[in-house]
């Protein structure tokens, strides 16, 4: 890598690490409440090979909201377009977990990185797949190298103990008839997707495709092609943040995700891709100190994609 990329990754590091975090642990989440809340770690993964991260960047964490850019890549690459007569392209403006647009929009969520837009992907995948839940793994397993992946019991149990809301998403959706499986068996899997854990090395390499135009990294096999990752990136600008897409358009300029564990990956297509990991999260639900972080990268980098 550059030298100048790994200076700008120390500053941005070093600058949002001596910030006071004013961000909160994600406690409606009791696993998600016993993580260490000063963790910390950046990791970029550039499109040539080079990588390079600092802090805790090989600590794994909980992705949670990020493998719904996974599931998404999945459900695309199977239905391709006909998918989006069943989920909106349009930023929802409301928080991650708000049912007050499916009510005007008659059951159709307004994106796919909303927990209903989530939800309704999983069940495209029951649907069209024997075994979602493997075969979901498996492709994550192959986009990621780590064949060893799995799912966390204890953090997906403890989103199915106190999932409410998304309980209520799903049934919803399903009354306005754009769930076609069984709401227990659609929120199981989503649990389980959302429990995918990582560090910032695995994420960072596992997301760059994206910037790569929907070529795998390690050997060019096409994951998606060319339209289907820019088109995917665009929703990442545009909804990849819920209520907080416009802000980190406007400060950082990147295709990006977030998850409540803390994490947010982000791309400069054709450059690189980048994963941060702070617990504590800003009242959007998105990592405080990630968001100063890439806000810092693409500042003094000069690279964003605007």
Not at 40 to 59: A, I, P, R, S, Y
Not at 80 to 85: F, P
Not at 139 to 147: A, G, M, T, Y
Request: glycine share 8%; net charge negative; aromatic share 10%.
């Amino acid at each position: 890598m550059a030298y100048n990329y790994r200076t700008i990754i120390e500053k941005a590091y070093q600058m949002a690490n001596s910030m006071e975090d004013e961000g909160k642990l994600a406690t409606y989440i009791p696993e998600l409440a016993n993580v260490d809340p000063s963790k910390f770690g950046v990791h970029m993964t550039k499109v040539n090979g080079d990588n390079f991260g600092m802090g805790d960047h090989l600590e794994r964490f909980s992705i949670q909201s990020i493998a719904k850019v996974l599931s998404l890549t999945l459900a695309y690459k199977i239905l391709g377009e006909e998918i989006w007569k069943r989920i909106d392209v349009e930023p929802s403006g409301t928080k991650f977990d708000s049912l007050l647009l499916l009510e005007t929009n008659n059951g159709i969520p307004r994106n796919p990185f909303v927990n209903s837009g989530a939800i309704v992907i999983c069940d495209i995948l029951i649907s069209h797949l024997d075994d979602a839940r493997e075969e979901f793994l498996a492709f994550v397993r192959k986009l990621s190298d780590l064949p060893e992946l799995n799912y966390s019991d204890k953090i997906a149990d403890s989103e199915k103990m106190y999932g409410y809301r998304n309980v209520a998403l799903c049934n919803f959706i399903k009354s306005f008839g754009n769930i076609e499986n069984e709401p227990a068996v659609v929120l199981d899997f989503y649990f389980d997707m959302c429990s995918l854990e990582m560090n910032c090395q695995e994420l960072s390499y596992t997301i760059s495709f994206l910037a790569n135009n929907g070529y795998k990294l390690s050997n060019n096999e096409v994951i998606v092609s060319s339209s289907q990752s820019k088109r995917i990136n665009a929703l990442m600008l545009t909804c990849g943040f819920y209520d907080e897409s416009g802000e980190f358009a406007f400060k950082v300029g990147l295709p990006g995700k977030s998850g409540v564990g803390g994490g947010i990956v982000a791309l400069y297509p054709n450059n690189y891709a980048i994963a941060v990991w702070s617990p504590k999260l800003n009242p959007h639900g998105n990592s405080f100190k990630g968001m100063k972080l890439l806000e810092e990268v693409t500042t003094h980098s000069e690279m964003s994609i605007f």
